[in-house]
């Protein structure tokens, strides 16, 4: 059997010289064709800009000094290099803040390289005919002209889809209300799932590299706790990086609905008996600890029941609605901005949101710069939650 290679390398800091080390230990084992271009070439970097306003201590987004040691391995193969992406948050201007916050503007002063506002740059409606739940979507221009497109996850949770690793790292090539788009469409976590393979399946990056120097663990993508894991990944099936960096979580096979679905339409390879793992050994450095976001009964529902009752299941007891802080919220209206549901009411001055028109895409979540959305469950959720929970207390003791 073909086996596909993921490398996984010790990388304990953002330090210039352990990450150029690291990246070319992971680099090294990979088909050539999938990293090596002639001079000349276009790569361009897709790093995971989610955030606009989070410094990069919040491993919220790539690692600018990860972007930076990357950039340096094409460069040094004489190519034109291009980082470009389109935050999380819909408001106009985010995206070049985000490239301020993170300091990616500073790497790419200092490299010379050029970079990519995806809000602003043209784009064209790309079909995408075996897709499951999107048809259609807008993307850059640019993508035409580029010869190698890198994808930059980080190691980090999400509420929806349990991991944002690598397949789903493209939706950040959507630009602005196209992401809303996406998540009207797709509300419930197996729709997403589904819809991230199928824009995977049109936009296929060369390789993938995941900073997992310091990942994200708990409530994320972007409310939970940054947590070392001292990791660089890299492969050129994202599917299979993916697959690996959920094992590291401690996620068992098949709950990162992503992996498993873009395994099954053979866009990769999901499943660990078929991946070759060089570096370290996973049973050395596995986090099974690494919190995961708040507990659903995903692993039992999402992977082994027909779309229609998760979907109805998921309304009874597992999607979880947004609610408003007041005591934290400052009235700056990202979140009403950036809902795709259009949930968010003000009534005597405050936020409120509709809790029958959420549909739990944790976007408002993601750019509250100051953590006043609290993602709940409705009472049937919670007293499920509390069950699994002292299930899993038990099961832990014996
Ligand atoms: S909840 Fe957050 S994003 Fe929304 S208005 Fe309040 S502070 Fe702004
Ligand atoms: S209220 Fe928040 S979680 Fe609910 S649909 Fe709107 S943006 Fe998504």
């Known amino acids: 059997m073909k086996l596909t290679t993921v490398s996984v390398i010790r990388c304990p800091e953002y330090d210039r010289a352990q990450l150029r080390r690291a990246l070319r230990e992971a680099l090294a084992p990979l088909p050539p064709e999938s990293w090596h271009r002639p001079p000349g070439a276009t790569v361009l970097l897709k790093p995971n800009l989610l955030s606009s306003h989070d410094t990069p201590e919040a491993a919220v987004n790539t690692h600018p000094e990860f972007v930076r040691a990357v950039a340096e391995i094409f460069l040094e193969q004489r190519c034109r290099v291009i980082i470009g992406d389109s935050c ?4 106009p201007g985010s995206t070049a803040q985000a490239i301020r916050t993170t300091g990616l503007d500073k790497v790419a002063a200092d490299l010379g ?4 506002d995806f809000d602003r740059a043209p784009a064209e409606e790309i079909p995408i005919p ?28 999400h509420g929806l889809t349990l991991l944002t690793g690598a397949v789903k790292n493209q939706l950040g090539l959507v630009a602005g209300n196209g992401k809303k788009e996406v998540h009207r469409s797709a509300p419930h976590p197996r729709e997403i799932a589904r819809a991230m393979v199928d824009l995977y399946s049109v936009v296929r990056p060369g390789v993938a590299i995941m900073d997992a120097v310091v990942g994200m663990e708990g409530n994320g993508p972007a409310g939970g706790s940054a947590r ?23 996620c068992k096979p098949g709950v990162v609905l992503t992996t498993r679905f873009a395994d099954e339409s053979g866009l990769g390879v999901g499943r660990l008996d078929q991946i070759e793992v060089v570096g370290a050994p996973l049973d050395q450095i596995r986090i099974p ?8 009964v995903r692993s039992l529902l999402f992977t082994l029941l027909p779309d229609w009752f998760v979907r109805w299941a998921y309304n009874v007891v597992g999607g979880a609605c947004a609610s408003v802080m007041d005591d934290r919220c400052i009235l700056c209206g990202e979140c009403v901005a ?25 976007c408002c979540s993601e750019v509250c710069k100051n ?19 002292l299930a899993a207390g038990r099961r832990m003791k014996k």
């Not at 002209?145 to 190691?155: A, G, S």
Request: charged letters at 25%; glycine letters at 8%.
């Open 371 to 389: 953590r006043a959305i609290l993602m709940r469950r409705p009472i049937a959720g919670r007293i499920v939650h509390g069950v699994y929970h």
């Open 289 to 296: 600890d690494w919190r995961k976001p708040p507990p659903f």
């Open 130 to 157: 075996e897709g499951k739940v999107l048809k259609r979507l807008r993307l850059p221009k640019l993508l035409r002209d580029v010869d190698l497109l890198v994808t930059l996850p980080k190691f980090k949770t």
């Open 113 to 116: 390289v050029e970079l990519a």
């Open 338 to 362: 950036n809902c795709p549901a259009k949930a968010f009411r003000e009534v005597g001055g405050r936020l409120k949101v509709e809790q029958s028109l959420c549909i739990s895409c944790y």
């Open 88 to 91: 999380g948050s819909l408001s």
């Open 228 to 250: 070392k894991a001292g990791l660089v990944l890299a492969s050129a099936d994202c599917v299979a990086l993916d697959a690996v960096a959920a094992d590291l979580m401690g």
